[in-house]
């Protein structure tokens, strides 16, 4: 049986299924390149109505975040040609071997953000075998270059308050790829659970078999992008990975924090049949809500300041005063004008609290700006 997501606006039209294939070419890849680069060639090789592909390397050197990118709405041939020119340390034509250990993989997720928009079904494999620049790792030559960057595109420098930001912007499904143990690292396992996804490992070498299993979680999505159905008999057979699923009550980690926390744990590795039965069509049915228009409320933050809290509070008891037609909003005077007083004050708050970004500032009032927009409409 037929498990149907609704779609909100009523519409039988569908957006295509937009799928970014982000691999690390620094030389810490070069025992895997070739079976992913193969990987890559194989999944490319198959054209699926519906499906936009777009391939994106990256590596670094001293002086340089390389970022380079397939065309946007390349052909198939195009995009094998792409793929078939990936070389091991070459990005954009220079030499980017890696260096310090960890790798400029912030910096080539939030390039999708110039690639796609908040209404676009984005689903990402990120393909790496090291963590991002945290900073207790300290600051290289590298990791400046990154964070230069950042800042000439207009992002956070810290890898996640940028996450986050990417988190924020797209309506983006992030499946990190990880080799080397990085299933522990606490940046990739946010970037999973919070875009409610999975971490995949791959215990084969055979790159066909590899390409079959994305390809087979493609083939899933892209359908239920069209028919917002999940037959649950037709969960792929992910064949080639294991299944790693992060700690779902794991909090929100907003700011890098020092190197103990930088390992995760709670993670669970799934090895029954079952379980990753199980674990697969929780991301289809993430998929397929996202897809129908309902975003997740991905984001649940923790506010420090008593100030921003007491004021929030405030705010938010009264709207709902408002909403509900209390008599104590009578009582108290409540209105839209004095709701949209409230709402500048708690604004104001935001902006003295010298903890938080300006990343969270705008999300944050974008929420409250929405909510005193609808409240007529909510009674």
């Known amino acids: 049986m037929d498990v149907e997501a609704v779609d909100k606006t009523g519409g039988t039209m569908s957006k295509p299924l937009n799928v970014a294939l982000v691999l690390d070419v620094s030389y810490s890849m070069s025992s895997q390149i070739e079976a992913m680069k193969r990987m890559l060639h194989d999944f490319c090789l198959v054209e699926r109505p519906g499906v936009t592909v777009r391939v994106v390397i990256f590596s670094e050197d001293p002086k340089f975040c390389g970022i380079e990118k397939s065309p946007p709405n390349a052909t198939v041939e195009s995009l094998l040609q792409f793929v078939d020119h990936i070389e091991l340390c070459q990005v954009q034509g220079r030499m980017a071997s890696g260096g310090d250990g960890?790798?400029?993989?912030?910096?080539?997720?939030?390039?999708?953000?110039?690639?796609?928009?908040?209404?676009?079904?984005?689903l990402c494999f990120l393909i790496t075998d090291s963590p991002p620049h945290h900073r207790a790792y300290g600051t290289s030559s590298e990791a400046q270059a990154e964070r230069d960057w950042l800042e000439?595109?207009?992002?956070?420098?810290?890898?996640?308050?940028?996450?986050n930001a990417?988190?924020?912007?797209?309506?983006?499904?992030?499946?990190?790829?990880?080799?080397n143990g990085m299933e522990s690292n606490a940046w990739h396992q946010q970037a999973a659970r919070v875009s409610e996804s999975l971490i995949l490992l791959p215990n084969s070498h055979d790159s066909a078999l590899l390409a079959r299993g994305l390809g087979a979680i493609m083939h899933a999505l892209q359908q239920m992008s069209t028919t917002r159905r999940i037959d649950?008999?037709?969960?792929?057979?992910?064949?080639?990975?294991?299944?790693?699923?992060?700690?779902?009550?794991?909090?929100?980690?907003?700011?890098?924090?020092?190197?103990?926390?930088?390992?995760?744990?709670?993670?669970?590795?799934?090895?029954?049949?079952?379980?990753i039965e199980a674990a697969l069509l929780g991301l289809l049915n993430t998929a397929c809500d996202r897809f129908s228009g309902k975003r997740a409320g991905k984001?649940?933050?923790?506010?420090?300041?008593?100030?921003?809290?007491?004021?929030?509070?405030?705010?938010?008891?009264?709207?709902?005063?408002?909403?509900?037609?209390?008599?104590?909003?009578?009582?108290?005077?409540?209105?839209?004008?004095?709701?949209?007083?409230?709402?500048?004050?708690?604004?104001?708050?935001?902006?003295?609290d010298t903890r938080r970004t300006e990343v969270d500032n705008a999300y944050e009032k974008r929420l409250l700006d929405d909510l005193v927009a609808d409240l007529d409409e909510m009674r």
């Open 232 to 275: 649950p008999t037709a969960v792929p057979n992910l064949q080639g990975f294991s299944i790693v699923v992060p700690d779902s009550d794991a909090g929100l980690i907003e700011a890098d924090p020092d190197r103990e926390g930088l390992t995760a744990t709670g993670a669970t590795q799934l090895n029954s049949p079952a379980d």
């Open 152 to 163: 000439q595109h207009h992002a956070p420098t810290d890898v996640f308050e940028a996450l």
């Open 102 to 122: 960890p790798e400029n993989s912030m910096a080539a997720l939030y390039s999708l953000v110039d690639d796609y928009t908040a209404s676009d079904n984005v």
């Open 166 to 179: 990417v988190l924020d912007q797209l309506n983006i499904t992030i499946v990190p790829i990880l080799f």
């Open 299 to 352: 984001r649940c933050r923790t506010v420090g300041n008593p100030s921003v809290i007491a004021e929030l509070v405030r705010f938010l008891v009264n709207a709902m005063l408002y909403i509900s037609e209390s008599p104590q909003a009578t009582t108290r005077g409540i209105d839209v004008d004095r709701l949209r007083a409230e709402a500048t004050v708690v604004k104001e708050e935001f902006d003295k």
